[in-house]
């Protein structure tokens, strides 16, 4: 009797797959909400590049980082993952050491490209969305009560097209 209930296989899979099921679903997920946060972070790091390298060579006039962003560079550097309404982006000149600027936030707050020859911190921020568990594999900052993915550059303003030795 003892024989014919370890041969007996009628629920054995159910039972198997009820054993595998949370751990395969949650690797599932684990591994859809590591990709998503990786691709943000990875767009955000190529946008970053590509707006520092336009901001190193060329001078710029504008106000606020937003209507430097509203001017094109939004569209033209930010790939379609990117929603260009939600991005901050935020520039400073270095003073002292770099070591100091490590903390801090600059979000859309500050808006100062230095002069000519200078050297300035470049960061983009966007929202930072949590899927299914507080996963962070990116560069999260917590600023005004909200979380945001940061990406950041550091330049040199080009002395020849950033507008000479002028400010």
Same mark, same amino acid.
């Given at each position: ?24 679903? /949650? ?6 909400? %590591? =990709? ?10 190529? !946008? $970053? ?5 336009h901001i190193s060579s060329f001078a710029h006039a504008e106000p606020t980082?937003?209507?430097?962003? /509203? ?6 550097? %930010? =790939? ?10 935020? !520039? $400073? ?21 230095g002069c000519a020859g200078d050297t300035v911190i470049i960061e983009l ?28 550059a550091v330049i040199r303003r080009e002395p020849m097209f950033a507008g000479?030795?002028?400010?």
């Open positions: 009797m003892i024989g014919a209930w370890f041969r007996d296989k009628h629920g054995g899979v159910a039972i198997e797959f009820s054993i595998l099921a949370i751990p395969f679903f /949650a690797m599932i997920f684990a591994i859809i909400e %590591v =990709g998503y946060h990786a691709l943000i972070q990875s767009e955000l790091d190529r !946008a $970053t590049t590509t707006i520092a390298q980082s937003s209507d430097y962003l /509203a001017k094109g560079p939004c569209k033209d550097y %930010v =790939g379609s993952v990117l929603d260009c309404t939600k991005l901050r982006l935020g !520039a $400073t000149e270095v003073e002292g050491r770099m070591v100091d600027f490590r903390n801090m936030i600059i979000g859309s707050s500050v808006w100062s490209l921020t966007y929202p930072y969305t949590e899927l299914v568990s507080p996963i962070v594999i990116a560069d999260v900052v917590n600023d005004n009560g909200g979380e945001y993915y940061r990406s950041r000479g030795s002028e400010c």
